[in-house]
């Protein structure tokens, strides 16, 4: 258990770093009220877990979605075996 939590832990961490390097070329109003799917880098195993406990499905989304200049929507879905959150 210890080390799945402590890969998914350094999953997150890696993808954030990836984010925070990544370039938005589209302008802010453009952007605005489109939805987009932010893959976690977590698996789907772990997704019902999330689900259940509120407060680690918005921390997870709050992350991502931020990170990325964009509002969590409360949704999370498992595509490619991978868990991801969607962001406004």
Same mark, same amino acid.
């Given at each position: 258990?210890?080390?799945?939590?402590?890969?998914?832990?350094?999953?997150?961490?890696?993808?954030?770093?990836?984010?925070?390097?990544?370039?938005?070329?589209?302008?802010?109003?453009?952007?605005? $009220?489109?939805?987009?799917?932010?893959? *976690? %880098?977590?698996?789907?195993?772990?997704?019902?877990? !999330?689900?259940?406990?509120?407060?680690?499905?918005?921390?997870?989304?709050?992350?991502?979605? $931020?990170?990325?200049?964009?509002?969590? *929507? %409360?949704?999370?879905?498992?595509?490619?075996?991978? !868990?991801?959150?969607?962001?406004?």
């Amino acid at each position: 258990m210890r080390s799945t939590v402590s890969r998914f832990a350094a999953i997150v961490a890696l993808t954030l770093c990836i984010a925070a390097c990544g370039n938005d070329s589209k302008p802010a109003a453009q952007a605005e $009220g489109a939805m987009k799917w932010l893959s *976690t %880098g977590g698996p789907c195993e772990d997704l019902e877990r !999330i689900k259940n406990d509120h407060e680690s499905k918005e921390n997870l989304g709050l992350v991502f979605c $931020g990170n990325a200049g964009h509002t969590f *929507t %409360g949704e999370l879905r498992c595509e490619r075996d991978l !868990i991801e959150v969607q962001c406004r």
